[in-house]
């Protein structure tokens, strides 16, 4: 194998490689922006309760919440985002939910940082990967020889 072929199969690896980081920053964003939209404008809007607050020693917290769907079901779910940054949680508190209408217990908090600003970002990153590797300037053949 000569070097051209060589950088030719460098150059390949590069761009896949490239791709991929940026489809793996990309789905799970999109994905995650994908849900927040849909629960926030076809979903239910309810307030939850704090019913146990966080056991992490971080700053912060993800609290145990309990809410009520529209059928009078109470039901309980660990928040996966920080409701609280720099303080934790107060038992008895009310933090926004946001639950299906179909299922009950697909809920999350509502939080456009975490889901609305955080997913930008990273889908925004992993684009710049995708374009970036699907358009690298290859060097002249002249700037290689020198």
């Given at each position: ?18 791709l ?5 920053m ?5 994905n ?66 946001l ?48």
């Open positions: 194998m000569n070097h051209r072929q060589g950088s030719i199969t460098g150059e390949l690896f590069t761009r896949i490689l490239i991929v980081l940026g489809l793996i990309l789905i799970p964003a999109a995650q922006l994908y849900r927040y939209c849909k629960l926030q404008f076809l979903g239910i809007h309810a307030m939850g309760t704090v019913i146990h607050s966080s056991s992490s020693r971080d700053w912060g917290g993800r609290p145990l919440i309990q809410y009520e769907d529209q059928n009078g079901s109470l039901y309980e779910f660990k928040s996966k985002v920080k409701t609280h940054w720099f303080t934790r949680p107060v038992k008895g508190e009310k933090i926004e939910v639950f299906d209408r179909a299922d009950s217990s697909r809920v999350i908090v509502d939080s456009i940082f975490y889901y609305v600003i955080v997913s930008l970002i990273f889908m925004t990153a992993g684009c710049y990967c995708c374009l970036r590797s699907i358009w690298i300037r290859r060097p002249v053949e002249d700037e290689i020889e020198a």
